[in-house]
């Protein structure tokens, strides 16, 4: 059965509170999903049964319907946000690319997103991504169950460079390990192509620190902070506390991202565990804004 998640009725008014000490237009969030009905009710399957398969419950604190959530962000003042999808198997990334851009053309202040796999053809349909606009990709080593130095993606990372076009890449063994998952195999794409801006979700969890290396190695390299230093997530892969002065040496490429709808937590948990930190308010607003806008040209 699906977990039930309390949401606090004064949620809007604690983000909007911290938005107004913080002097932000508002939250940009580089991780947020938004999928055809028929691959989220499928990922919402998936979640429902995690309980039963790991003695952990994730409940989907935003089940509601797409325009709801559209509207939820919204309200909670996130002013710029993406529709992050991802095969699972060859044939679909075009299809899931198509439906990506008709959703930013109908919502603006979502990121056109765009995602590959590796299959013949697929340097071809990146590069028709980009050209009809595409500002973020996204890629799951875990999901897809490929290596991203898989030859047949050579002709993706080759574009993506050349486009400078940011990617949303989970490659790191959280929540479980994957048989392509850690950061070697992203090393080796990237020493192949350095100059790739490539996003690490969940900042790599839990191989923080050698993601952290990468971060530190290749200007490209930025962090996302979805669910990390979280409660939820504390629990079984606490960041390493001796690893916070390079989040804030390498603030500038730290970037909000949260995996709306489908957190097991309010989204404001998610902020209050930033601000937590206590790594200051200049660098709460280039992780919370300022970082994305300019990655992104938005302001």
Partial sequence: MPVTVELPSDEAT???????????????????????????????AYFDSVGPLTGREWGIAYRFDEAERVAKLRELGVVGWSSLNYPHKPGMAQWLNQWSADFAAAHP????????????????YVAEAIASGAEIFKAHVQVGAYD???????????????SGV???????????????????RVRSVLERFPGLKLII????????????DLCDEFAGVHL????????????????????LGDLVRLGDRVLLGTDFPNIP?????ALDA??????????????????????????
């Fill in 14 to 44: 604690r983000v909007h509170a911290l938005i107004d000490r913080l002097g932000l237009p508002g939250l940009i969030d580089v991780h947020t999903h938004f999928m055809p009905k028929s691959v989220l009710d499928k990922v919402w």
């Fill in 148 to 162: 991203p130095t898989d030859d047949l993606l050579d002709g993706v990372w080759a574009r993506l460079q050349e």
């Fill in 274 to 299: 930033i601000v937590g930190l206590g790594l200051g308010d200049d660098w709460c607003r280039g992780v919370l804004h300022d970082n994305a806008a300019r990655l992104f040209g938005r302001g």
């Fill in 265 to 269: 937590y309010p989204y404001v948990e």
């Fill in 224 to 243: 996302d902070t979805t669910m990390v230093f979280t409660q939820f997530v504390e629990n079984d892969m606490p960041f390493p506390k001796d690893r």
């Fill in 109 to 124: 202040d979502c990121l056109q997103s765009a995602t590959f796999y590796p299959e013949p053809g697929a340097g071809d």
């Fill in 201 to 212: 979700a969940h900042m790599g969890m839990p191989e923080y620190g050698e993601f952290l």
């Fill in 166 to 184: 940011p990617v949303v890449l989970h490659a790191g063994s959280g929540p479980t390990p994957g048989e392509f998952t850690g950061p070697q």
